[in-house]
């Protein structure tokens, strides 16, 4: 009998298109992971009205444009399971079992949390019950199909390790095994810094090169990236470590050869940003060209695009009433038989 794969659970809020972060950072790993585990791969639209409850409409969009963005970079609903929260009723009602469990102090103390509060009190928005939770919904969407791996960015860490708790929290009190304690799973780049130099892509920054960019589009976003600061001539020495443009030649473009000779000339004051840049844009249409042809034949055919999520939905919800059948029974509430 072949051995059964292990879950995967991991996903991204429908707030807009992707970019080239979400990419580093997440998709290029959940495209070779889908080969060797069970993969549940969620758009988690209720955590999107957490800070975005006025924007519905962009929710609504970013549904599909998420799904494009997973088919055109290779994710395949053959091999792995397209979900949406919402249409999987269970994961709100484990969301609201856990946080019987999950003790208040274990929201108030993580960071992730601590500094999207600060980021909404600093844009005057309502801090809402709903958002405050995000963290424990988090928690429920990775126990639901009882992932044992979760790819994350560097961020996301602490969501992982309360989760841990929560399981032996869980298992502890009901004495049953009933959810797995899953691992984190870091990208090849933990952080893509914006094309301004941030810390990272925003779309509210507008410092993002999109998975649906153009090539003139990204040819232009590439023009205006920040370098180095204290550069302010082609022949004076330059900065590698630190500089966006080199961080993306070294994320982004598979000629080593060329990325080694342009930053030691960079570092002589031999090579001026023009030229760093427009071998930078060259490389990143050449990587991006396959994904713009992908993208467009599923734009063109979107009955396969919606049909993706709903098979996978579907089969997420069997999954998921199994997993509440077992959580009921372990906490006793299964009154009616």
Not at 140 to 157: E, N, Y
Not at 245 to 267: C, G, Q, S, T
Request: glycine share 6%; hydrophobic share 40%.
């Amino acid at each position: 009998m072949a051995e059964e794969k292990k879950r995967i659970l991991t996903g991204i809020r429908p707030t807009g298109p992707l970019h080239l972060g979400h990419y580093v950072g997440a998709l290029e790993n959940w495209v070779r992971l889908q080969e060797q585990y069970e993969c549940f791969f969620l758009i988690a639209d209720y955590q999107a009205l957490g800070d975005h409850l006025d924007e519905i409409d962009r929710i609504r969009s970013s549904v599909l444009e998420v799904t494009l963005d997973w088919l055109a970079v290779g994710l395949d609903p053959a091999k792995a399971v397209f979900e949406v929260q919402s249409y999987v009723p269970q994961h709100a009602e484990l969301h609201m079992l856990l946080s019987m469990v999950l003790p208040l102090s274990w929201l108030q103390r993580n960071p992730t949390l601590k500094a999207e509060m600060d980021r909404l009190e600093e844009e005057n928005q309502t801090l809402t019950l709903g958002f405050f939770n995000y963290p424990a919904s988090q928690v429920a969407d990775i126990l639901l199909p009882k992932a044992h791996l979760v790819p994350v960015g560097v961020d996301q860490l602490p969501h992982i390790e309360m989760t841990r708790e929560v399981v032996r929290r869980f298992n502890r009190l009901f004495e049953q095994d009933v959810f797995p304690e899953p691992d984190a799973l870091i990208g090849r780049v933990p952080r893509l810094v914006g094309t301004d130099g941030q810390a990272k892509m925003s779309k509210s920054l507008n410092n993002c090169i999109y998975l649906g960019d153009d090539e003139a589009a990204v040819t232009e976003k590439v023009r205006r990236m920040y370098t180095d600061p204290t550069r302010l001539r082609a022949t004076d020495p330059g900065h590698v470590e630190g500089n966006p443009v080199f961080m993306y030649h070294d994320a982004f473009n598979p000629n080593l050869d060329e990325v080694n000779d342009l930053k030691e000339r960079y570092v002589l004051g031999k090579v001026g940003d023009v030229e760093v840049k427009t071998k930078l844009a060259a490389a990143l249409n050449t990587f991006l060209a396959a994904i713009r042809e992908k993208r467009a034949y599923y734009e063109a055919r979107p009955n396969l695009v919606r049909e993706a999520l709903i098979a996978g939905t579907t089969h997420a919800r069997t999954v998921a009433q199994a997993t509440m059948a077992e959580v009921r029974d372990a906490m006793r509430i299964n009154y009616l038989g």
